[in-house]
């Protein structure tokens, strides 16, 4: 399968990162792409608001209502998963989010999980990306680390202290398994594992083993006249 990985950061070596570490977890071919505007590393509500339309502007600029480059399936490779919705509703292929693939993958181990990301701004984000999706807060548990995702990423063997302790905290604190999330935290699962007392989930990898079997949205787009939007973004929301 061909998978379109999107990363909504405009880091492109975040981008380089992502790709790279997918084309070691699957078989898929994996065709990186970076937003061309927006936070280098998205870690606040107005930057995770302005990913949400260059993620929508870049989608449609490759998939668009016609696909011509033959996508099966495209990920948003953000945890936050910014424009996840909407991009379901104007694509005609799979999209998926890896937080929103994290959750389910994660409560398949136990009634109880935790989400762990790096900065503590992406807390209450993500209590209530949860919530929308109808996860009780006693179900899906939400902490983070003070050094934020882009942190983590440049010098990742100063965080795998910090990220041990609060995962074994979640998991003292009834959590089944734990998700690893964020961008800059992919690849760091394999190495915490054995200091962990209950599974600890890379939401990549998770995201790319549901790729297969994930299935277009189904709600039918109302065709929007726009102003102002990029050539692309204002077809493919012209239907």
Request: proline share 6%.
């Amino acid at each position: 399968m061909k998978l379109l990985l999107l990363n909504g950061n405009t880091d492109p070596a975040i981008t380089e990162r992502l790709a790279a570490a997918a084309r070691g977890m699957c078989g898929h071919e994996i065709v990186p792409a970076t937003a061309r505007f927006g936070a280098r590393y998205i870690a606040t509500r107005a930057a995770s608001a302005i990913a949400a339309h260059a993620v929508l502007d870049l989608l449609a600029e490759r998939v668009g209502a016609d696909n011509p480059e033959g996508f099966g399936a495209a990920i948003i490779a953000c945890f936050g998963d910014p424009g996840l919705d909407a991009a379901r509703e104007m694509l005609p292929i799979p999209v998926l989010g890896l937080a929103d693939a994290s959750i389910p993958a994660a409560l398949r181990l136990g009634a109880r999980v935790a989400l762990l990301t790096g900065g503590t701004a992406w807390v209450p984000m993500l209590r209530e990306f949860a919530l929308l999706r109808g996860y009780a807060a006693d179900q899906v548990r939400v902490a983070a680390v003070a050094p934020t995702g882009d942190m983590i990423a440049r010098e990742p063997d100063r965080a795998l202290d910090l990220l041990a302790e609060a995962a074994e905290e979640q998991a003292a604190a009834g959590a089944d398994a734990v998700v690893l999330g964020g961008a800059g935290l992919v690849g760091l699962a394999d190495r915490l594992r054995s200091r962990v007392s209950v599974p600890v989930l890379d939401c990549l990898r998770v995201t790319l083993e549901s790729a297969q079997d994930a299935r277009p949205g189904t709600t039918p787009m109302q065709p929007a006249p726009s102003v102002g939007l990029s050539d692309a973004l204002a077809r493919a929301l012209e239907g």
